[in-house]
Antibody, heavy 119, light 112 residues
Framework: EVQLVESGGELVQPGGSLRLSCAAS????????MNWVRQAPGKGLEWLAN????????YNADSVKGRFIISRDNAKNSLYLQMSGLRVEDTAIYYC????????????WGQGTLVTVSS | QSALTQPASVSGSPGQSITISCTGT?????????VSWYQQHPGKAPKLMIY???NRPSGVPDRFSGSKSGNTASLTISGLQAEDEADYYC????????????FGTGTTVTVL
């Protein structure tokens, strides 16, 4: 069974840093592009970043460019999102998702991890 | 990257058909066949319903169909059922800035 489990979300002060993790199981992580997507409370979905199978190709949304870094460790079956310079507006549920067809179509999602940025 | 435009809400009676539109530009929806649709129930993770404009993943009922004309993609739900009540989001590849993806604003579907 394909599973994605995010962790690392917590309350952090503005300007702080946080590293989110996504543990993958039930499939070969190294075969797929992966995405991070977030959803602010009561708001819509926002695509944040993606990374190719071996990690040498990455893209970010303009809203997080220079602050968020996506990475992966296929040997550990894990995806990461390093976040720095956090702002109140970064408060959201953060999801990792598997890109099924390398076309931005995410067929499996984690349950999400909540990041709250507040003083 | 600006969000794709969707109607805030669409409603229909059980058994009816509804269509949700997703309007972008020729730098996203109009320029590529990488449009997907997601269903999200409250408190749950999104679920992929359509990928690459018209394709349905295994397990998604054939009541759900996707299409595209120009800069507008559409999701049609035929034979609307109570369990279809949810939020729906489109997503497209975009080259308006660096290569990336952009979601739509989201549509709440209500089954009357």
């Amino acid at each position: 069974e394909v599973q994605l489990v995010e962790s690392g979300g917590e309350l952090v002060q503005p300007g702080g840093s946080l590293r989110l993790s996504c543990a993958a199981s039930g499939f070969t992580l190294s075969s797929y592009w992966m995405n991070w997507v977030r959803q602010a409370p009561g708001k819509g979905l926002e695509w944040l970043a993606n990374i190719n199978q071996d990690g040498n190709e990455k893209y970010n949304a303009d809203s997080v460019k220079g602050r968020f870094i996506i990475s992966r460790d296929n040997a550990k079956n894990s995806l990461y999102l390093q976040m720095s310079g956090l702002r109140v507006e970064d408060t959201a549920i953060y999801y990792c998702a598997r890109d099924a067809y390398a076309t931005g179509s995410s067929d499996y999602w984690g349950q999400g991890t909540l990041v709250t940025v507040s003083s | 990257q600006s969000a794709l435009t969707q109607p805030a809400s669409v409603s229909g009676s059980p058994g009816q058909s509804i269509t949700i539109s997703c309007t972008g530009t020729n730098s996203d929806v109009g320029g590529y066949t990488y449009v997907s649709w997601y269903q999200q129930h409250p408190g749950k993770a999104p679920k992929l319903m359509i990928y690459d404009v018209t394709n349905r993943p295994s397990g998604v009922p054939d009541r759900f169909s996707g299409s595209k004309s120009g800069n507008t993609a559409s999701l049609t739900i035929s034979g609307l059922q109570a369990e279809d009540e949810a939020d729906y989001y489109c997503c497209s590849y975009t080259t308006s800035a660096t290569p990336a993806y952009v979601f739509g604003t989201g549509t709440t579907v209500t089954v009357l």
